[in-house]
């Protein structure tokens, strides 16, 4: 065992979470020699990008492409030598509106759109161009995406269009939601049209986007780090290392409720805001901070992925703007192709509060609900088309980007100086993803780097 007061030995941080942020900070400090550990309360690792077998492949439990202006993601593609499975595919798009879908991939697919006023539909594609081009984002904080939306768009075609969609993300919250949400979305959408094409083109990397985790874990083992599944971290303390250093200690609790605590110079928690503020109790943070990451509010998420004999239409994304019980149904294979599958893969999903009493539906009842939607929205398709399925609940899916977010999100680098926050409520203005993930757990290892040189402890 190695002494707190061995001069010799190299900083230690501990990570918490195996998610594609942990990992991403955990291979950048494992390559600078840190001595890293990662807990992982799940018995995998990849967390949202989690996947499984199917057929003679892996697929994510939950759907996942990436965006041409996606460059923090492409660039760790490229370090992992994976460059070679980057696909890119051009995708259409469908909406379901009015009991019926209408192709929605193009401009002059919304100029067909009749379910809005022939002017709104003109103001919405004039404001789709105009967010894409909008650069300063500050302008848009105070106010709220339904309001931007009326004022620029049309009361019809926020009705119809973007009410629905709001509703589909942040539920009861939709209404309070920022504006800068909303520019992110055109902005990134429309990024991925560039260069003269009104079709959107999507990237999925061959094999699933576990094979950037696979091979993440496998630098980090061949670097001398560790992970350890079905670890879940309890607690978080500050103590005094016989040297007189700073350190830290991570309780953790496993599965049979029996605890270890880790102690490491340095934390990394890329978990959500509010389970930190929990973890953290015992740092006594201040006030302020605390309340900053007790106000961060996260929408969960359930997410089915179906195998189907038959593949359901030509679109590969389909907003649902109907009430039914799901609000997008991606046929994951019209952008792939079938691959090793084995079938047609499709994801339906919603997000909720977990108030709501979907949450704690069995998933047999989630299962049947979501078929009679599909019913309703494939006449053709039936019960008798799936081959398998699976259920995925991700309870802190989506932070709710509420006005002024900039002024209440709790900073990654947190009073704690040895401790870092790197989770989805500390990516803005941008909305979560794979590609701020990665550039979130870059940050979260370089500001690592900076704490321990600064420090004067190595
Ligand atoms: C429905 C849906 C669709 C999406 N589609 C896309 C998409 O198409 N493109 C895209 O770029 N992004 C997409 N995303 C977002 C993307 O999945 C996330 O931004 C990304 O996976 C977040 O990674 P993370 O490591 O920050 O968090 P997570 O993946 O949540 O990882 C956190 C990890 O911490 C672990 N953990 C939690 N608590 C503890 C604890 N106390 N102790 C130890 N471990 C703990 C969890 O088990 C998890 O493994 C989607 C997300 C959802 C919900």
């Known amino acids: 065992m190695i002494s707190d007061d061995d001069k010799t030995r190299n900083p230690s941080v501990c990570i918490i979470g195996a998610g594609i942020t942990g990992l991403t900070a955990a291979r950048q400090l494992a390559a600078l020699g840190y001595d890293v550990l990662v807990l992982e309360s799940a018995l995998n690792s990849g967390g949202m990008l989690s996947a499984f077998n199917i057929g003679d492949e892996l697929i994510e439990h939950i759907y996942h492409h990436i965006f041409t202006s996606d460059s923090e993601v492409l660039g760790l593609i490229d370090e992992l030598g ?27 697919d919304l100029l067909r759109f009749h379910e809005l006023p022939l002017l709104q539909r003109l103001r919405t594609g004039l404001t789709v ?42 539920d009861q919250d939709a209404e309070e939601v920022s504006a800068v949400w909303i520019w992110n979305k055109f902005k990134l959408r429309g990024s991925s049209r560039s260069g003269g094409k009104s079709i959107e ?62 102690d490491a110079d340095a934390v990394i928690s890329t978990i959500s805001t509010r389970q930190f503020a929990n973890l953290a109790i015992s740092l006594s943070l201040p006030e302020d901070y605390r309340e900053k990451l007790l106000s961060v509010r996260y929408k969960a998420n359930i997410c089915m992925v179906l195998r189907l004999r038959r593949s359901l239409s030509t679109w590969y994304w389909n907003t649902i703007c109907d009430q039914l019980p799901f609000v997008v149904a991606v046929e994951h ?82 009073p704690e100086p040895g401790i870092k926050l790197a989770g989805m409520a500390q990516i803005y203005p941008e909305d979560r993803g794979i590609n701020y993930a990665v550039r979130l757990g870059r940050e979260a290892a370089d500001s690592i780097v900076d704490y321990i040189r600064g420090s004067g402890q190595f």
């Open 82 to 108: 994976l460059s070679a499975d980057m696909k890119w595919y051009m995708v259409k798009d469908a909406l379901f509106a009015g009991g019926r879908n209408y192709p929605f991939s193009t401009p002059l």
């Open 129 to 170: 161009l105009k967010a894409g081009r909008l650069r300063d984002w500050h302008e848009l904080e105070s106010i709220t995406a339904a309001q931007w939306l009326i004022d620029n768009c049309g009361q019809d075609a926020y009705d119809k269009l973007w009410k629905p969609l709001l509703r589909a993300k942040f």
């Open 333 to 414: 294979t019209n952008m792939t192709g079938i691959n090793g599958y084995g079938g047609h893969i499709v994801y339906l999903s919603r997000y909720l509060d977990i108030t709501d009493e979907v949450w704690t539906r069995s998933d047999g009842e989630i299962y049947q609900s979501f078929i009679a939607g599909l019913e309703h929205i494939y006449p053709d398709f039936s019960a008798n088309d799936i081959i398998d399925w699976r259920l995925k609940r991700s309870r802190y899916a989506q932070p709710v980007v509420f006005r002024n977010y900039s002024s209440f999100m709790p900073e990654m680098n947190t």
């Open 201 to 262: 083109k999507l990237g999925y990397l061959d094999g699933s986007f576990a094979k950037l985790t696979e091979v993440l874990l496998r630098e980090l083992d061949n670097r001398g780090g560790r992970i350890l599944y079905g670890y879940t971290a309890m607690g978080l303390t500050r103590f005094t290392a016989k040297n007189g250093n700073r350190r830290y200690r991570v309780s953790s609790i496993l599965e049979d409720c029996s605890s270890i605590d880790f």
